[in-house]
């Protein structure tokens, strides 16, 4: 699996509001904004990235409070990344795009496409938050008073190296449940930074409480109407679980599922050649949106259709080229 890249994925900086971000541009054609899931940044895209390149022009920012991105105290809110999004796009001079949200980083890209239909194309989701409430309890703990000094305590050198080594050792064991370890791993990393553990900490109390996702697209997953949307989903995700994929069948009938076998919740780094081919299918397949202000106060005076109506108006946009079984 490629983890790297090469010189063409030179990282850029610009600096917006006063606060720098970091990104990875590349390729040429039509534009695909990757974001990046809770305590990664854009290299979790590096094992596809290369191929998407080929195809698309790709555009990977480290959201902030990530990777090498600023760390301020400011809104990290999931409407606030979104507007990042937007006036980082705006300065890189591109106008629309297919956004693709993995984890939390899906959670943005649906409030992305709901703030800013007109800039939006298609919607990919890899494993997104925002479909349902469960979320693993090493999440929800990050919302317990303490966690920043309890964190700061077991980053510190020497302790920090066991637990990456002992982290790491079990995603190599076959495990159940293990899998995604060694990603896991990466982000513990990532906390020795208190300014890191400070946004992650804002991060996630702003979307999960102790009972699990408290924000969700439930509720607006009818707008999907009128924009593409593709799910991909790894059958073995401890992190959000593969069942959340049947919420999004369910309220967005019009989406295309991936259930992608033997992968986690990376399944664009499990099984990167597959996650590829899926993702220039369904740009392949698919119209990319066109913004209409009177479709859009239409679908939000009217809210979601019954099933049976959305079958007689025909207005699905695409056709599924994999479905969950049962759905």
Known sequence: MTTEPDAAFELQRVTIHGHERAFVRAGSGPALLLLHG?????????????????HFTVIAPDL???????KPRADYSVGGYANGMRDLLTVLGVDKVTVVGHSF????????????????????????????????????????????????????????????????????????????????????????????????AHVVRAVVDMKGQIVTMVDRAYLTQAMPMLVVWGTDDMVIPATHANNAARTAPGAVVEIVPNAGHFP?????ERFVRVVQEFVRATHPASYHRGRWRTLLRNGP???????????????????LPGA
Not at 268 to 272: A, I, M, R, S, T
Request: charged share 20%; proline share 8%.
């Open 105 to 200: 980083g899906g959670g943005v890209a649906m409030q992305f496409a709901y703030q800013f239909p007109e800039r939006t194309e298609r919607m990919i989701l890899v494993a997104p938050g925002g479909l349902g409430p469960e979320v693993t309890p090493l999440i929800r703990l990050i919302t317990l008073p303490g966690f920043h000094q309890a964190m700061g305590l077991a980053t510190l050198p020497g302790v920090r190296h066991v637990g990456k080594a002992g982290l790491r050792a079990l995603s190599r064991t076959g495990l159940h449940g293990t899998r995604d370890l060694g990603e896991v791993a990466d982000i513990y990393e990532s906390f020795k930074d208190p300014r890191a553990r400070a946004a992650i």
């Open 38 to 54: 809770l305590g990664c940044d854009h290299t979790t895209w590096f094992p596809a990235i290369r191929d998407l390149a080929r």
């Open 305 to 323: 259709a019954l099933p049976s109506n959305r079958a007689e108006a025909g207005e699905s946009p695409m056709t599924p080229v994999a479905q």
């Open 268 to 272: 664009h780094k499990d099984h990167p």
């Open 64 to 70: 902030l409070g990530h990777g090498v991105s600023a």
